[in-house]
């Protein structure tokens, strides 16, 4: 292998390359991303948003940083890929590019992530319906959160609530509406979810448990309007944040197997040989051939970049791990690791002041239990502790992982 | 360079813990954390992640690393490497000195491993 293409540089693809390099590896590396240098996207809906960090802070490394490593950036789109035959050995793989540009090379990584899911409602195309995935997004959105104005979040999962309390904090009049009460309960189990969505109320955003069914807009301010005998929300800005679907179409085009997803294998190889994918754009094929589920968090797109980089160079790809993630609200630091929809009972352990810290969920086994998933709000270590837990498939004691006397790092020996 | 301090004994600071040292307690102005690897070693950092904003001290110590609670970077207690993102920069070392089952801090002064 003598040439790298990457097409997407987020997350994945920055990890690809960094990592490549890291590994050894000496050939040609292009990235190749509209957005230009590789930045960072959870402080979009944190710190960026809030104003505290500016967008320099949000790249993952300096510009100077991919010179000095001989990795052409190309601020582009790629508009088609041209994959050689399987069987052809010295076949090229060719990149069209949204300037007319064309780059050929050895091996190409799909690291294109995903783009916000359309609001299924008449006047959920309106282009003045804002969404948060790039820089230019969130930009857009921090320009209309001036104090006093009012702001409509479609969408209570990470990305919602995350903004929510970031506009909330600079003044806005926020109104947080998504007919799932409370949202995120497959991440972080009800308990936390319950906790968690009590907060918005607790902060001043008012919260509506309901579906608009249309949105409309008239002189810059939009209507959103609810069937179930719920009054019109009135807002000067409407966020939507209902999730993703993965950037496939390029690499379908190319004829690579795509089912909700790039299918890939556990070193993110796809159906061709000449090609790799990592991140959001991904959907693991699981042992048996059928569709795993897909990750969408942060960590894990930059474990596939790790993977496809060690797997490309031969190299043994590092020991897979349960999935984990991170979300910042209201002042508060939530994680949650492995599977909170698995297994079969939960427990709880609660904080000095009463509230459910930590759940961690349980599976029987033959000889006691086993975590399979977790979740805290500030309990970073709980989460540390639950992930080798998992990990190693340790014994877990319920009444000690309820017990707040014992130290979480205890539950490890 | 400074001179050291003691900062205590070593059965202050269990295995798997650390402790801050407050950057105005030292000469170089910010806070240190002195870390109790679980190989017995005491190693020294600066406390603030590469990253954002977060306490190293706070982080959870396994081997010879620390893992960010923030953003689970881990860092090499030993020579202050970044070990995985999101971190790209090293931690600074500091060097630390175990006699007579006291620990000595040398602020400012790198350990001896780089990363
Ligand atoms: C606002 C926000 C907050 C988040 N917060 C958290 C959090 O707190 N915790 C957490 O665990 N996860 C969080 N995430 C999720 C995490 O950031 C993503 O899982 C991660 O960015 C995925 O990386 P990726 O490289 O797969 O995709 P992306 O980061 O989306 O990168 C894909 C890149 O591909 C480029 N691209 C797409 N099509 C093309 C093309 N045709 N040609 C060239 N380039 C192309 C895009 O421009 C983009 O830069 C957050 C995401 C967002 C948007
Ligand atoms: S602050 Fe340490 S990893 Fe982000």
Redesign the pocket.
Known sequence: MESVIV?????????AVQQLRGRGFAGRIAV????GV?????????EFLAGSIDAEQLLFVEPHWFAERGVDVYA????AVDLPDAEDDDGRVAVTL?DGGRLTADRIVF?????PRALPVPGGDLDSLLV???RA??EKLRAGLVPGARLAVIGGG??GA??ASAAHRLGVEVTLIDPVDPPLVPAVGPELAGRLHAMHAAAGIRVLAAAPSEISVRDGVHELAFGDGIGPVSADVVLVGIG?VP?T??AEAAGVEVDGGILTDDAQRTSHPRAWA?????RPRLGDGSPGRR???????MH??TAAAAAMLGQEPPAQTAS?????RHGVHVEGVGDMTAGDTTVTRADASGNVQAAFRLAAADDGHRVVGAAAVDGGVAIRVARRMIDRGTAADPARLADPAVPYKQLLK | MSDPINIGSVDDIPPGEARVLDGDDNSTGVDISVFHAEDGSFYALDDECTHEEASLADGFIEDSQVECPL?AAAFCLKTGKALCLPATENARTHRVEVRDGELYLYPGEPATTQA
């Open positions: 097409v997407g540089g987020g997350l994945g693809g920055f990890t190749v991303d509209p957005e590789p930045y960072d996207r959870p402080p979009l809906s944190k582009a789109a790629a508009t949204s690291a294109t992530g995903g783009k948060l995935r790039t997004d969130a990470l990305i995350e903004a993703i950037n179409a390029l990592v991140g959001d754009c991904t990750a969408e968090h942060w960590e894990s797109a596939a970049g984990w993630f991170w979300s910042d | 953003h």
